[in-house]
């Protein structure tokens, strides 16, 4: 089964400092995409980073970067100097064959 | 600014009703989709249009009917639902399926009632 497990379903950090977010997922594929996708209280899902699993260089996006593990099937998610912008729903997601998975989500939420 | 629009944002309905949603992108992309969005759960991939042909129908009930006219717009119909259809409906595009990523609207709202 092509499955995302997301196994925080929430989380806090104080304004300003880390947080780092997890997700594992399975497959059998050796070539895939993964994302993490934010969606704020406003609804619209926007990409907050994305990873070939063929690179084994993490990404990296200004405050975000992933942990990729590809033997291990982890794509953690780590945020920076956290701000309150940063309050949203975050969505761990890859692309086996051709649809994209998505985990249940973390709610993260950023107090001042 | 959303290169994804989908209208209503919020809709009630009433089991023996019909309506449909409405996406429409501005993006040039070939592939549209349909995603459910319920509370604690993974989104749930319902329909797959590409090149305005359907790709993909994951055993979605057939109280729900999609429709593609062309490759900026895509619908859902809606008829005769039941309670545990209420949820959040997610449009979102490609440039092509299965390859990178997905643009999303901010969604229709559903309540059957």
């Known amino acids: 089964a092509q499955t995302v497990t997301q196994s925080q379903p929430e989380m806090s950090v104080q304004e300003a400092e880390t947080v780092t977010l997890s997700c594992t997922y399975d497959t059998s594929e050796n070539n895939y995409y993964l994302f993490w996708y934010k969606q704020p209280p406003s609804r619209q899902m926007i990409l907050v980073i994305r990873q070939e699993a063929y690179k084994q260089q993490n990404a990296t996006e200004n405050r975000f970067s992933v942990n990729f593990q590809k033997a291990a099937k982890s794509f953690s998610l780590k945020i920076s100097d956290s701000q309150l912008g940063d309050t949203a729903m975050y969505f761990c997601a890859f692309i086996p064959n051709n649809d994209m998975r998505f985990g249940a989500g973390t709610r993260l939420t950023v107090k001042p | 600014e959303t290169g994804v629009t989908q209208t209503p944002r919020h809709l009630v309905m009433g089991m023996t009703n019909k309506k449909s949603l409405k996406c429409e992108q501005h993006l040039g992309h070939n592939a549209m989709y349909w995603y459910k969005q319920s509370a604690k759960k993974p989104l749930e991939l319902m329909f797959v249009y590409s090149l305005e042909e359907r790709v993909e129908n994951n055993s979605v009930p057939s109280r729900f009917s999609p429709e593609c006219p062309n490759s900026s717009h895509l619908f859902l119909h809606l008829h005769t639902l039941q309670p545990e259809d209420s949820a959040l409906y997610l449009c979102?595009?490609?440039?092509?399926?299965?390859?990178?990523?997905?643009?999303f609207g901010e969604g229709s709202r559903l309540t059957v009632l």
């Open positions: 979102a595009s490609s440039q092509d399926y299965g390859l990178g990523e997905l643009f």
